[in-house]
C-alpha cells in the first residue's frame, strides 16, 4: 500500500537553516570558490559604503591561522537600535534574516553590490563564529553569533571615535571540507577594488605571510589596464588607450570603459557591475560587444578600409583586445546569489548606446591609432581563415624538442639556441650547395628551395598548406602558423631570404613575403625577417675588386673608381646568372659573413597598404595588376631582349 502524503510531511526550515542545508543556493558551493565568496559579502557590504560616499578605506585582514578574517571600513556603522517590526537591534537582524538590509530602498543606497540582503546573514550561518561590531553614536557596540544564532544581545563596549564596521568570521569546518583562504587570491581581488573605486584606500593584510600593503589607485581603470596588459606580455598595437567615463542619458547608470589592442592572439575583457565580477558576462557585456562592433564597421566603410578576400568576423574586431567594463546602477539584476551574470535587459541598448558614438568619435580623432587597429583586425580575420585550414592539416609539435621532424634538405647549424642563430632560405639546390660550403656551420642552417614557391595569395588554403616547399620552411621554423604561432618555438633568431639579384630572384623573394606575411606576420613584426643582398656583378678594377648589388649600383663603382686618365685600370665586369655560380668563399664574403654582408630587415610602415598592394599584386584579381601597370607605365625602363 501506498504511503499516504501529507501535511505532516512538509518541513518548513526557519531562520537561516535553509541556508545550511543547501549553502550552494547562495554561495554557488562549498569548495574554494564558495568559501571564498563568504569574504566576498562581506566586502561588497564595506565597498557599498564607500561607494555611496559614507566610507573613504577599507581592509581586509587573513589571520595567521589562515581560517578566519576581519573585515573593516570607516563608513556609518551598521545600526543597533531597536527594529520595529521584529523588535530586535538591527544589527542582529541583518545577520540573522534573509532578505533583511538597507539596499531595498535607493534612499539608503543609490548603487549597491549587496541587493539581496542575504549576504551577512548567509556568511552568519555558515559561520562557526562571527562577530560584530559597529561604531556610531559614539560608542563601540558589538554581537557575537555561532552558526547563524546570537550569543546573546548586542553589547555597548565603550566610547568610540568616528564611525565603522567591523566583522569578524570564521566558516564552519562542518560545512566547508577544506576551511583555508588562500592569500593571493584575497589580495588579487582587493587591489581589483582599489582599480574600480578610485580614490578608495583599500588595505589588505596577511598575517599567514606577515605582510601588509595598502592600495590606492587615482587613475582607476586606467592604471587596471595598464597593469592587464602588461600581464599579457603582448606587444600593444596603439600607445594611448581609449578611455571613457559617462552618464548614460536617463537611465541612471554611470559607464567606465578602457581598451586597448595588442598582438596578442586572445581577447581579455573584465567587466564589473557597482563593483562585482561578472566573469559569465550578461547584458552589459553584450551591449559593450554590439557597439563596439558597430563603431569599428562604421569607421571601416566610412574610410573605405574593408580588406580584399575576407570577411571580417566580430571576434576579428575584438581580438588581442584587452578592457575593463564597470557599470554602475541602481537595481541590477544578477543571476543567483554569486552574482555571476547582470541580467537587466535594459542594460543592453544602454551600453550599446552610449559605447558606439564614443569609440566612433575617438576613432576618427585619433586617425593613425584608428588604423593600426584596424590593420591589426585585418590581419586577425586572415589569420583566422589560414588556421582553420592549418588545425587540420600541419603537424603543431615543436622542431626544437625533436630534430627528426626537421625536413631532410636542411642543412642545421649546431648552436642549440635561437639566440645568434640564422635560417638562410635559399632560392634553389645549386645556390643552396655554395652557401652550405660557404656558411658559418656553428650558426648559421641552410634551407633550399626549389624554384618559385606557390603564391599562397593566389591558392587556396589547401594547397598552401599541402604544398611541400612550405610545410618543409614552417617545419624547420618550428613556432606553427595562424593562431597556433608561438614566437618562443622559433628555431632561428634570423630568418633570411636568399635569392638571386635579379628579377626571377625578386619574384621569388616576394613570393616567400607574401606567404610570411599572410600566414607569418608575426616574424615581421618582431624583426626576425631579412633579405640578403649578394651582389650581381663584380666589377674588376686594377688589383681592386668591386661588389654591384644592381644595375646602377655598378655605374656608380664604374664612375667612382674606373674613370680613364693615367694609371687607370679599364673596368673588368662579370655579371653572376645567379648564386649557384658564385664559388663558396666568394658567397660568404659578400652576403653571409656577418662582418661584410648588408642585410635589409623587413618591415611594416603601413598595414592597410601593405595588405593592398600584395591583394593586388599577387591576388586573383588581373585587372588590379593592370592598373597597377598602366598607371605606373611611364616609369618603366625599356628592356633589351
Request: aromatic letters at 6%.
Amino acid at each position: 500500500m501506498a504511503r499516504s502524503y501529507t501535511a505532516k510531511d512538509i518541513t518548513v526550515l526557519e531562520g537561516l537553516e535553509p541556508v545550511r542545508k543547501r549553502p550552494g543556493m547562495y554561495i554557488g558551493g562549498v569548495g574554494a570558490p564558495g568559501l571564498h565568496h563568504l569574504v566576498w559579502e562581506i566586502v561588497d557590504n564595506a565597498v557599498d559604503e564607500a561607494m555611496n560616499g559614507h566610507a573613504a578605506s577599507i581592509g581586509l585582514t587573513l589571520h595567521a591561522d589562515g581560517s578566519s578574517v576581519t573585515v573593516v571600513d570607516d563608513g556609518r556603522g551598521i545600526p543597533v537600535d531597536r527594529h520595529a517590526k521584529t523588535k530586535k537591534s538591527a544589527l542582529e537582524v541583518i545577520f540573522t534574516t534573509l532578505h533583511a538590509g538597507g539596499k531595498f530602498e535607493q534612499q539608503t543606497y543609490k548603487t549597491a553590490g549587496g541587493l539581496h540582503g542575504v549576504g551577512a546573514s548567509v556568511v552568519n550561518a555558515l559561520s562557526k563564529e562571527l562577530v560584530a561590531t559597529s561604531k556610531r553614536d559614539g560608542r563601540h557596540w558589538q554581537q557575537k553569533f555561532k552558526r547563524g544564532k546570537p550569543g546573546g544581545p548586542v553589547k555597548k563596549l565603550g566610547a568610540a571615535r568616528g564611525t565603522g564596521t567591523t566583522v569578524f568570521f570564521r566558516p564552519d569546518p562542518t560545512i566547508f571540507p577544506k576551511v583555508q583562504f588562500d592569500g593571493e587570491w584575497l589580495a588579487d581581488r582587493m587591489e581589483i577594488i582599489s582599480y574600480l573605486h578610485q580614490g578608495l584606500k583599500v588595505a589588505f593584510e596577511d598575517e599567514t605571510r606577515k605582510t601588509k600593503v595598502v592600495h590606492q589607485h587615482n587613475d582607476g581603470l586606467v592604471e587596471y589596464l595598464a597593469r592587464l596588459v602588461s600581464e599579457r606580455s603582448a606587444k600593444t598595437v596603439h600607445d594611448a588607450p581609449f578611455t571613457m567615463l559617462k552618464d548614460a542619458n536617463g537611465s541612471g547608470a554611470r559607464i567606465g570603459l578602457v581598451l586597448q589592442w595588442t598582438e596578442s592572439t586572445e581577447e581579455s575583457l573584465r567587466s564589473y557591475v557597482n563593483g562585482i565580477p561578472t566573469g559569465s558576462g550578461g547584458t552589459h557585456e553584450n551591449g559593450f560587444r554590439a557597439g563596439l562592433g558597430k563603431a569599428l564597421r562604421n569607421f571601416i566603410e566610412t574610410h573605405k578600409l574593408a580588406p580584399k578576400g575576407v570577411t571580417i568576423a566580430s571576434e576579428d574586431l575584438r581580438e588581442g583586445l584587452v578592457g575593463v567594463l564597470s557599470v554602475f546602477m541602481g537595481n541590477p539584476q544578477f543571476q543567483g546569489q554569486t552574482k555571476d551574470r547582470l541580467n537587466n535587459p535594459e542594460l543592453t541598448a544602454v551600453v550599446d548606446a552610449t559605447v558606439r558614438p564614443a569609440v566612433e568619435h575617438w576613432l576618427n580623432h585619433n586617425r593613425s591609432l584608428a588604423e593600426a587597429i584596424v590593420a591589426r583586425i585585418i590581419l586577425a580575420a586572415r589569420a583566422r581563415e589560414a588556421s582553420r585550414a592549418a588545425q587540420q592539416q600541419v603537424s603543431r609539435k615543436s622542431a626544437t624538442s625533436n630534430r627528426l621532424n626537421l625536413p631532410g634538405k636542411l642543412s642545421d647549424c649546431t648552436h642549440p639556441g635561437a639566440s645568434g642563430s640564422e635560417l638562410f632560405v635559399v632560392e634553389g639546390d645549386s645556390a643552396g650547395g655554395s652557401a652550405k660550403q660557404g656558411r658559418d656551420r656553428t650558426r648559421q642552417a641552410i634551407l633550399p628551395l626549389r624554384g618559385k614557391v606557390l603564391n599562397v595569395e593566389s591558392a587556396s588554403l589547401t594547397k598552401v598548406l599541402e604544398n611541400k616547399e612550405l610545410s618543409d620552411l614552417v617545419t624547420a621554423l618550428g613556432c606553427g602558423l595562424g593562431k597556433n604561432f608561438d614566437l618562443s618555438r622559433l628555431r632561428y633568431g634570423k630568418v633570411v631570404l636568399l635569392a638571386d639579384a635579379d628579377s626571377d630572384g625578386n619574384h621569388i623573394a616576394t613570393l616567400l613575403l607574401t606567404f610570411i606575411y599572410r600566414h607569418l606576420p608575426q616574424l615581421i613584426s618582431n624583426g626576425k625577417v631579412f633579405l640578403a643582398q649578394p651582389p650581381l656583378y663584380r666589377v674588376d678594377i686594377g688589383k681592386e675588386t668591386h661588389w654591384a648589388l644592381d644595375d646602377a649600383h655598378r655605374d656608380a663603382i664604374v664612375k667612382k673608381h674606373g674613370k680613364p686618365g693615367p694609371g687607370k685600370a679599364t673596368p673588368e665586369i662579370t655579371r653572376f646568372k645567379g648564386l649557384g655560380e658564385m664559388m663558396p668563399k666568394v658567397l660568404w664574403e659578400t652576403t653571409l659573413n656577418p662582418k661584410t654582408r648588408r642585410l635589409l630587415r623587413v618591415d611594416i610602415a603601413d598595414q592597410i597598404v601593405t595588405d593592398r598592394v600584395i591583394n593586388d599584386l599577387m591576388g586573383k584579381d588581373a585587372s588590379a595588376r593592370f592598373r597597377f601597370i598602366m598607371e605606373r607605365a611611364e616609369e618603366a625602363e625599356q628592356l633589351d631582349v
